[in-house]
């Protein structure tokens, strides 16, 4: 099916939606994004501009991806996953090549801003990538990874705290 353009509701001007996609309810996808062919959006997804959703992707309900983020073919998403602007998940561990693989990002997960994963890795559900990390193995659930190449440094109660910390004003 040929991608077109099409308006969306409390967006930007235009965004490139296959006519095939399966948008969910109460979805937003801001100027300029393109969601290719057959992939599926769930329920209060919210994609930011010059996201590029490829063909064949599933994203889970109360999904947030942040501008200029790039989700690959075959990549599945879960649900409540935050994916911070200019992420990039890949799907071809020897470019160019005829065989893909996607990644998978389970419940709960947050990927930082400028992250890069590598395909075949699966992001465990409640992990956290920080931004600019380079994944290059499964991160278990639960887990915060950061560096390059990324390494386990602590627990996602750990991440918790020191957000709410951020949150409220107060330091750890």
Known sequence: M???????????????????????????????????????????????????????????????????????????????????????????????SRRLIGIVIEDDAVIGGGAMIKAGVRIGRGSVVAMGAVVTRDVPPGKVVMGVPARVVYERKKYDAKKASWETGRRL
């Open 2 to 96: 040929i991608p077109r353009v099409r308006r969306t509701k409390n967006a930007g001007p235009v965004n490139f939606i296959a006519g095939d996609a399966k948008i969910g309810r109460n979805v937003r996808i801001w100027n300029f994004a393109y969601v290719g062919s057959k992939s599926q959006i769930g329920d209060n997804v919210k994609i930011g501009s010059l996201a590029h959703i490829d063909y064949g992707v599933r994203i889970g309900d109360n999904t947030r991806i942040e501008g200029s983020a790039y989700i690959p073919p075959l990549s599945r998403i879960g649900k409540n996953v935050f994916i911070g602007p200019a992420a990039v998940l890949t799907n071809d561990p020897y470019p160019p």
